[in-house]
């Protein structure tokens, strides 16, 4: 199993808050370091504001040197497929193809609202999704020399030069709890399927519906879960109200405990089909919580 960080800096982050994370996860041998794409906090100020994904993973991809970047997920509203391709195909270059892409169809409305950005309706969302899809896996595959051409219901891309290209393959991740264009979209655009925040059981559910759409076609399956791991009650205590659950009944999903109650519920996930979990680290600032994850836990799952 991998084990990969993931921030919401949207809580509040500045980008060295970002890039410390991203060096402890480096440091603690983790595959990779992923945050959201959110441009309004959910909860609280949201000090001192957000910062833009991938000029962070930019950044990031100047100043580590093994881990992959990535989105988990990218909104589709936020950006044009053609110049969302040709961002990340830059960020390829900047780390020498160490970059991922999560792209989803968007849902909180309030950012939208808030920065001035359209929130069509939710049909229309998951069309914009999968153009963008489309386009974007086209450019890629669009031979250099050559034009890419697309006229789609809501894009339409004349004579594109497709540039510039992805050092080596960007890994592509769809998600979500959708039963039917959800498993379809993952199937035929992904290469990893990712089920977020879910209880084991339906984590299984999610992994099990894409697994069959696929027929056979081999997908990476994941999980985002939030974590709170503590040396002892104390330290687990004080993980859990960070994260805003209530300590003595946290939720059936979610990876709390000491590090042996968390691997044992990672062992729960791989047995439902994840072998991949992002790490939901909701206090960026906790880089010992980090470190006790990688000295203790993460070698605990590798042969999963």
Same mark, same amino acid.
């Given at each position: 199993?991998?084990?990969?960080?993931?921030?919401?800096?949207?809580?509040? +982050?500045?980008?060295?808050d970002?890039?410390?994370?991203?060096?402890?996860?480096?440091?603690?041998?983790?595959?990779?370091?992923?945050?959201?794409?959110?441009?309004?906090t959910?909860?609280?100020d949201? &000090?001192?504001?957000?910062?833009?994904?991938?000029?962070? &993973? +930019?950044?990031?991809?100047? #100043?580590?040197?093994?881990?992959?970047?990535?989105?988990?997920?990218?909104?589709?509203?936020?950006?044009?497929?053609?110049?969302? +391709?040709?961002?990340?195909?830059?960020? /390829?270059?900047m780390?020498?193809?160490?970059v991922?892409?999560?792209?989803? /169809?968007?849902?909180? #409305?309030?950012? %939208?609202?808030?920065?001035?950005?359209?929130?069509? /309706?939710?049909? #229309?969302?998951?069309?914009?999704? #999968?153009?963008?899809?489309?386009?974007?896996?086209?450019?890629?595959?669009?031979?250099?020399?050559?034009?890419?051409?697309?006229?789609?219901? %809501?894009?339409?891309?004349?004579?594109?030069? +497709?540039?510039?290209?992805?050092?080596?393959?960007?890994?592509?991740?769809?998600?979500?709890?959708?039963?039917?264009?959800?498993?379809? &979209?993952a199937?035929?655009?992904?290469?990893?399927?990712?089920?977020?925040?879910?209880?084991?059981?339906?984590?299984?559910?999610?992994?099990?519906?894409?697994?069959?759409?696929?027929?056979?076609?081999?997908?990476?399956?994941?999980t985002?879960?939030?974590?709170?791991?503590?040396?002892?009650?104390?330290?687990?205590?004080?993980?859990?109200?960070?994260?805003?659950?209530?300590?003595?009944?946290?939720?059936?999903d979610?990876?709390?405990?000491?590090?042996?109650?968390?691997?044992?519920?990672?062992?729960?996930?791989?047995a439902?089909?994840?072998?991949?979990?992002?790490?939901?680290?909701?206090?960026?600032?906790?880089?010992? %919580?980090?470190?006790?994850?990688?000295?203790?836990?993460?070698?605990a799952?590798?042969?999963?």
């Amino acid at each position: 199993m991998q084990l990969r960080t993931f921030t919401e800096p949207q809580f509040g +982050a500045t980008y060295d808050d970002l890039l410390a994370v991203a060096q402890a996860t480096e440091a603690g041998g983790f595959d990779a370091f992923f945050r959201s794409d959110h441009f309004l906090t959910m909860g609280g100020d949201g &000090l001192p504001g957000p910062t833009d994904a991938w000029l962070t &993973l +930019a950044g990031l991809a100047r #100043e580590t040197s093994r881990i992959n970047l990535g989105t988990l997920v990218t909104s589709a509203t936020f950006r044009l497929p053609g110049v969302l +391709a040709a961002s990340v195909a830059q960020v /390829s270059q900047m780390s020498g193809g160490r970059v991922e892409l999560g792209l989803g /169809s968007g849902w909180y #409305e309030q950012e %939208h609202t808030a920065y001035g950005v359209p929130f069509p /309706s939710l049909a #229309e969302r998951f069309e914009r999704l #999968e153009e963008q899809l489309e386009i974007i896996t086209g450019m890629w595959a669009t031979p250099t020399g050559e034009l890419f051409q697309h006229q789609g219901k %809501h894009y339409s891309l004349a004579d594109c030069p +497709a540039l510039p290209k992805p050092v080596t393959p960007v890994p592509i991740i769809v998600g979500g709890w959708g039963t039917k264009r959800t498993p379809r &979209l993952a199937v035929r655009f992904a290469s990893e399927f990712n089920v977020p925040f879910g209880t084991v059981p339906d984590v299984q559910a999610g992994i099990d519906r894409v697994r069959e759409a696929a027929g056979g076609r081999q997908l990476v399956y994941s999980t985002a879960q939030v974590v709170a791991c503590g040396r002892d009650a104390a330290e687990v205590e004080r993980r859990i109200r960070v994260t805003g659950r209530d300590p003595q009944q946290p939720g059936q999903d979610g990876l709390f405990g000491t590090p042996d109650e968390v691997i044992a519920r990672l062992r729960e996930f791989a047995a439902a089909g994840a072998s991949r979990v992002y790490l939901q680290l909701l206090d960026i600032h906790d880089l010992d %919580h980090i470190d006790l994850l990688a000295r203790e836990v993460l070698p605990a799952v590798a042969d999963l």
